[in-house]
C-alpha cells in the first residue's frame, strides 16, 4: 500500500513539473513550423533572383524587364526576411522571459 501511495504521488509531482513544458512544446511547434516556411520563401526568392539574372544573361529577357522583375523579386525578398528578423525577436523574448521566470523562481544565495 505505501508504494503504491509512493508511486501515485512520484506521478503526480512529474506531471505537475512536465505539464508546462509540454504545453510550451506544442506552442512552440507552430512557431517553428511557420519559420521553416518563412525560410522556404526565402529560398525561393533568392532563386528567383538567381534565374532572373541567369535569363538575362542568355538573352531572353530584355534590361528593363530583368530590372523591373528583379526589382519585385529583391521586395519580397525583403518583406520575407523582414518577416523572419521579426519571427526571431519573439523567440529572443520568449527565452529572455523564460530566464527571467527561472530567475525569479530560483533560491536566494
Known amino acids: 500500500m505505501g508504494a503504491l501511495l509512493a508511486l501515485l504521488a512520484t506521478t503526480a509531482a512529474v506531471v505537475f513539473t512536465a505539464w508546462p513544458l509540454v504545453r510550451r512544446g506544442q506552442q512552440g511547434g507552430t512557431d517553428s513550423a511557420e519559420l521553416s516556411e518563412l525560410v522556404s520563401q526565402r529560398d525561393l526568392a533568392i532563386e528567383d533572383i538567381r ?10 529577357l530584355s534590361e528593363e524587364d530583368h530590372q523591373e522583375l528583379r526589382e519585385q523579386s529583391k521586395r519580397r525578398a525583403v518583406a520575407i526576411l523582414k518577416q523572419i528578423q521579426a519571427q526571431d525577436g519573439r523567440i529572443d523574448e520568449e527565452i529572455e522571459q523564460a530566464i527571467a521566470a527561472l530567475r525569479g523562481s530560483a533560491p536566494a544565495s
Not at 534565374?51 to 531572353?60: A, R, S, T, V
Open 51 to 60: 534565374e532572373l539574372d541567369f535569363d538575362h544573361d542568355l538573352g531572353n
